[in-house]
């Protein structure tokens, strides 16, 4: 297995501090349309076994505003 850097993180990674509270500057339908396009996308070039891509394309399916 991978060797761990000094915080329990996989060696070369890097510790990504966690979101403030606060609230969105763009509503979630105006973007959501650019996102759903990308992961159609990634759906369409990354290699996903043909058992799981019913599943992942129901989950974004689930995001729709």
């Given at each position: 297995?991978g060797?761990?850097g000094?915080?329990?993180?996989?060696?070369?990674?890097?510790?990504?501090p966690?979101?403030?509270?606060g609230?969105?500057?763009v509503?979630?339908?105006?973007v959501?349309?650019?996102?759903s396009?990308?992961?159609?996308a990634?759906?369409d070039s990354?290699?996903?076994?043909?058992g799981?891509k019913q599943y992942?394309r129901?989950?974004?399916s689930s995001?729709e505003?």
């Open positions: 297995m060797r761990e000094g915080e329990g993180l996989p060696a070369g990674s890097v510790a990504v966690a979101p403030e509270g609230s969105s500057s509503p979630y339908r105006e959501y349309a650019d996102y396009e990308e992961a159609g990634a759906l990354s290699y996903i076994p043909l799981m992942v129901d989950y974004f995001l505003p």
